[in-house]
């Protein structure tokens, strides 16, 4: 049965990329009918945090799509200090008594790369084991075959056959001088004892497979197959960090700036994969049905940003798109926690009668608190009274429509269709054209010209708020 894993360490937020990792390992079970391992690589005790497994959490449950196996490796030590010692039995790792001061390793040895402590490696297994019963310290290596095979090869899936030579292979640790198994032993004992079919990972771990196919097989565990994802790269073409580029990597970022999950999961799969058929917007049920490993990128992908603007337009745009997509009741929940976050009292009711008005309006759930403030707020900030005054008038003819819509709103029905109405046959005894007539009365009780339909927002105003609010710019032209 195909299983895939993610395995994240808790050193940090989740990235953006860890967080593409997940996804594309995610919809490659989903796919294939596969299951979706999660897995805590939480074996470096000295850079682990609960803070950032925590945050890590966020990220992953944010996201919305969930795992169906979950195990952290620091509960697992007796499976790697096995698997090592199987090794260790086989003849294919030994042990390395070099006192851990001792800088021997960070020599070259005849001008090249150092590969072994060559004393080590050809110290006799009862020497080794009266010397490790004595209770000396040792890290265990790995006994890389130099003398019967020339190179290590790795069937990637997404980039075909790649080699190395055995003899740039180092001597690799597989358990510290501590007994604390390295990452490689760790990541390899737990993938063959997990029964991992498929690793998709990071292009950056490439160079670590080479090592992972003698660990599997020194295992004899069954081979799994490999796929290196390419990196997501800054704007300036470096490898996108969390060191160097900050929030701007943190999934957490993307979420308590009002994207949609879903929105940020079809904008990370679209960095270096693509369905090969033009589409951007795609439902979760379309992004499982259409990815494949072979319409993974060989190139890496950039995240557009500035120091001005965090996130990258493409992203924004999906965010926006999939606004537009929302049920009003799913998007009128989604914006009441901003809304509050940004300082305002409000309720599902409330919001579920302003949603339509700005759903086309907002690219992210963020911008509520500047596209329906005027809802919310008891008062208007001050705005400038020649914003009343339309488009080839004055401020008399702003005066008598403001005064003539005081008349209007005080008696009409207070509908959307009975204010429409209204309102055009004031425009119509008036004499003037109707956004002559509408715009004094939209600045008038939103504060600005560009807002939502009219009749719409004063509906949702109700006939005090509008009667308060004209009143105030009546009493602004008139000062």
Same mark, same amino acid.
């Given at each position: 049965?195909?299983?895939?894993?993610?395995?994240?360490?808790? #050193?940090?937020?989740?990235?953006?990329?860890?967080?593409?990792?997940?996804?594309?390992?995610?919809?490659?079970?989903?796919?294939?009918?596969?299951?979706?391992?999660?897995?805590? @690589?939480? /074996?470096?005790?000295?850079? $682990?945090?609960?803070?950032?497994?925590?945050?890590?959490?966020?990220?992953?449950?944010?996201?919305?799509?969930?795992? @169906?196996?979950?195990?952290? &490796?620091?509960?697992?030590?007796?499976?790697?200090?096995?698997?090592?010692?199987?090794?260790?039995?086989?003849?294919?790792?030994?042990?390395?008594?070099?006192?851990?001061?001792? #800088?021997?390793?960070?020599?070259?040895?005849?001008?090249?790369?150092?590969?072994?402590?060559?004393?080590?490696?050809?110290?006799?297994?009862?020497?080794?084991?009266?010397?490790?019963?004595?209770?000396?310290?040792?890290?265990?290596?790995?006994?890389?075959?130099?003398?019967?095979?020339? =190179?290590? +090869?790795?069937?990637?899936?997404?980039?075909?056959?790649?080699? %190395?030579?055995?003899?740039?292979?180092?001597?690799?640790?597989?358990?510290?001088? /501590?007994?604390?198994?390295?990452?490689?032993?760790?990541?390899?004992?737990?993938?063959?004892?997990?029964?991992?079919?498929?690793?998709?990972?990071?292009? =950056?771990?490439?160079?670590?497979?080479?090592?992972?196919?003698?660990?599997?097989?020194?295992?004899?565990?069954?081979?799994? &197959?490999?796929?290196?994802?390419?990196?997501?790269?800054?704007?300036?073409?470096?490898?996108?960090?969390?060191? *160097?580029?900050?929030? +701007?990597?943190?999934?957490? #970022?993307?979420?308590?700036?009002?994207?949609?999950?879903?929105?940020?999961?079809?904008?990370?799969?679209?960095?270096?994969?693509?369905?090969? @058929?033009?589409?951007?917007?795609?439902?979760? &049920?379309?992004?499982?049905?259409?990815?494949?490993?072979?319409?993974?990128?060989?190139?890496?992908?950039?995240?557009?940003? /500035?120091?001005?603007?965090?996130?990258?337009?493409?992203?924004?745009?999906?965010?926006?798109?999939?606004?537009?997509?929302? @049920?009003?009741?799913?998007?009128?929940? %989604?914006?009441?926690?901003?809304? =509050?976050?940004?300082?305002?009292? /409000? $309720?599902?009711?409330?919001?579920? &009668?302003?949603?339509?008005?700005?759903?086309?309006?907002?690219?992210?759930?963020?911008?509520?608190?500047?596209?329906?403030?005027?809802?919310?707020?008891?008062?208007?900030?001050?705005?400038?009274? $020649?914003?009343?005054?339309?488009?080839?008038?004055?401020?008399?003819?702003?005066?008598? +429509?403001?005064? #003539?819509?005081?008349?209007?709103?005080?008696?009409?029905?207070?509908?959307?269709?009975?204010? =429409?109405?209204?309102?055009?046959?004031?425009?119509?005894?008036? %004499?003037?054209?109707?956004?002559?007539?509408?715009?004094?009365?939209?600045?008038?009780?939103?504060?600005? *010209?560009?807002?939502?339909?009219?009749?719409?927002?004063?509906?949702?105003?109700?006939?005090?708020?509008?009667?308060?609010?004209?009143?105030?710019?009546?009493?602004?032209?008139?000062?």
């Amino acid at each position: 049965m195909l299983r895939v894993r993610f395995a994240p360490s808790p #050193t940090g937020y989740l990235h953006i990329g860890g967080a593409r990792t997940f996804i594309f390992n995610w919809l490659y079970a989903r796919r294939n009918g596969g299951t979706m391992v999660l897995r805590i @690589d939480d /074996t470096d005790v000295e850079r $682990n945090t609960q803070a950032s497994e925590n945050s890590i959490f966020e990220g992953l449950n944010w996201l919305d799509l969930g795992w @169906d196996d979950f195990c952290r &490796q620091s509960d697992r030590r007796h499976v790697h200090q096995q698997a090592a010692e199987a090794i260790l039995e086989r003849g294919m790792a030994y042990r390395d008594f070099t006192p851990a001061s001792s #800088t021997e390793e960070e020599h070259s040895h005849d001008g090249g790369p150092w590969l072994c402590n060559p004393g080590m490696r050809e110290l006799s297994r009862s020497e080794s084991d009266r010397r490790a019963g004595a209770g000396e310290p040792f890290v265990l290596r790995f006994r890389v075959p130099r003398e019967s095979r020339s =190179e290590v +090869v790795v069937k990637d899936l997404v980039y075909g056959r790649v080699t %190395k030579s055995t003899s740039d292979l180092e001597d690799f640790a597989l358990l510290r001088s /501590t007994g604390v198994p390295t990452y490689h032993m760790a990541s390899c004992a737990d993938d063959a004892d997990l029964r991992i079919s498929h690793i998709l990972r990071g292009q =950056e771990h490439l160079a670590n497979t080479f090592k992972h196919v003698l660990i599997f097989e020194a295992l004899d565990a069954p081979m799994p &197959q490999f796929a290196h994802l390419p990196l997501l790269m800054a704007p300036d073409g470096s490898k996108l960090s969390k060191r *160097k580029h900050g929030p +701007v990597v943190s999934v957490t #970022t993307y979420r308590d700036a009002g994207f949609l999950p879903h929105a940020f999961i079809n904008f990370l799969c679209l960095l270096g994969w693509s369905p090969k @058929d033009n589409r951007e917007v795609m439902s979760r &049920q379309e992004l499982i049905d259409a990815f494949t490993l072979e319409n993974v990128n060989h190139s890496n992908a950039v995240v557009n940003f /500035t120091d001005d603007d965090p996130f990258d337009p493409k992203a924004v745009w999906l965010n926006a798109e999939h606004i537009r997509s929302l @049920d009003l009741d799913g998007l009128a929940a %989604k914006l009441v926690p901003f809304a =509050e976050a940004a300082g305002f009292e /409000t $309720n599902f009711g409330k919001m579920r &009668q302003i949603a339509p008005l700005i759903q086309e309006r907002i690219k992210l759930l963020r911008d509520v608190s500047t596209a329906a403030d005027f809802f919310f707020r008891e008062e208007l900030p001050p705005y400038d009274p $020649n914003e009343l005054i339309p488009q080839k008038g004055d401020r008399a003819m702003a005066l008598t +429509v403001l005064q #003539t819509a005081c008349d209007i709103v005080s008696t009409a029905e207070f509908t959307h269709d009975a204010l =429409e109405a209204a309102l055009k046959s004031g425009a119509e005894k008036l %004499k003037i054209k109707t956004g002559q007539m509408y715009l004094p009365v939209r600045v008038a009780v939103c504060g600005r *010209k560009i807002a939502p339909p009219l009749f719409s927002t004063l509906e949702v105003l109700g006939r005090e708020t509008t009667l308060q609010r004209v009143a105030r710019a009546i009493k602004m032209l008139k000062s």
